[in-house]
């Protein structure tokens, strides 16, 4: 599995329609808070399965997320510990 944290920040744009069928799936924008590698893969790949396609950002520090928190974000998830 592919390690989360190397995944470059990518351009933030508006979400779309969830996919029924064949067409692509919906984009997301993501700030995931989190400090595990794994755990985060883990959250991505159940929103793919869902039928999303999150552009994302790992960040483990307070720092870094106050950096990258964003209005134009669709969804913070965040580590409970």
Not at 34 to 62: C, Q, S
Request: cysteine-free; overall charge negative.
């Amino acid at each position: 599995m592919p390690n989360p944290a190397s995944h470059p920040q990518a351009p933030l744009h508006s979400p779309k329609k969830v996919a029924t069928d064949d067409s692509r799936a919906d984009a997301v924008k993501i700030l995931i808070v989190e400090d595990n590698d794994d755990d985060a893969g883990l959250l991505l790949r159940e929103l793919r399965r869902a039928g999303f396609e999150p552009d994302w950002v790992r960040v483990d520090t307070e720092p870094d997320y106050l950096a990258h928190l964003q209005p134009e974000l669709d969804l913070v998830l965040s580590d409970f510990r």
